[in-house]
């Protein structure tokens, strides 16, 4: 039963125009949440996260888009870069004080020139 | 620059060995993930330390895997038999967990994963 489901596998965008990245949840107590970032043969890094009490978390070309209602979120790169072409994992953390991230399956974006 | 070391990087052993996967989290940090990624299941928890305890391991397979912090600059996770469904990349990851309740910044380091071919 996956509790984080990114239901795009792979997403192509050109250059210069806005990038978004779908998840959902299912698990209503989890109040955190992270996207992560993923280049071939390296571990993921660390993009942006944002709590249950926000709605929107902004860095750089980056933010983060919270519907908890929907129990939905979502990552928008403007403008998208080719070096942006990446694994994304969005990754959620629930309050039970154990905090281990449970990830969805991945979503590949690829940037063209 | 602090990061999570892992090794080996690449394994490839045949099914039925013994296999032992390490990881040296950054300093200081007093929580320890192992994540395994396939190419179905995307990052599966598998095992999660802290302050060098075990909390939750109930997404590692009891009777082939297991997982222990000697110390806390060490952490082991190791497959004994190994099956060819065990291939994958593990990673390590480390984080830093102030107190326990709401909602925290347990934003993790991963080190660059263990590849892990069994045949």
């Not at chain 2, 990624?37 to 397979?61: C, H, I, K, V, W």
């Not at chain 2, 912090?69 to 497959?79: G, H, N, V």
């Not at chain 2, 309740?101 to 071919?117: D, E, K, M, P, Q």
Request: hydrophobic share 35%; net charge positive.
């Amino acid at each position: 039963d996956q509790q984080v489901k990114q239901n795009s596998p792979s997403l192509s965008v050109q250059e210069g125009r806005i990038s978004i990245l779908n998840c959902d949840y299912t698990n209503s107590m989890f109040d955190y949440f992270l996207w992560y970032k993923k280049y071939p043969a390296e571990g993921p890094t660390f993009l942006i996260s944002i709590s249950s009490i926000k709605d929107k978390n902004e860095d750089g070309r980056f933010t983060v888009f919270l519907n908890k209602s929907a129990k939905h979120l979502s990552l928008h790169i403007v403008p998208s870069q080719p070096g942006d072409s990446a694994v994304y994992f969005c990754a959620a953390s629930g309050n039970t004080g154990r905090r281990a991230l449970t990830f969805g399956s991945g979503t590949r974006l690829q940037v063209q020139p | 620059d602090a990061r999570v070391t892992q090794t080996p990087r690449h394994k490839v052993t045949e099914m039925g060995q013994e296999v032992t996967m390490r990881c040296q989290p950054i300093l200081g940090h007093n929580t320890v993930f192992w994540y395994r990624q396939t190419m179905m299941q995307g990052l599966e928890l598998l095992a999660y330390f802290r302050n060098r305890a075990p909390l939750d391991d109930s997404g590692m397979p009891k009777d082939r895997f297991s997982a222990e912090m000697p110390d806390a600059t060490l952490a082991t996770l190791k497959i004994q038999p190994s099956e060819p469904r065990d291939s994958a990349v593990y990673f390590c990851a480390s984080g830093l967990v102030l107190g326990t309740g709401s909602s925290g910044a347990n934003v993790l380091t991963f080190g660059a994963g263990s590849r892990l071919t069994v045949l």
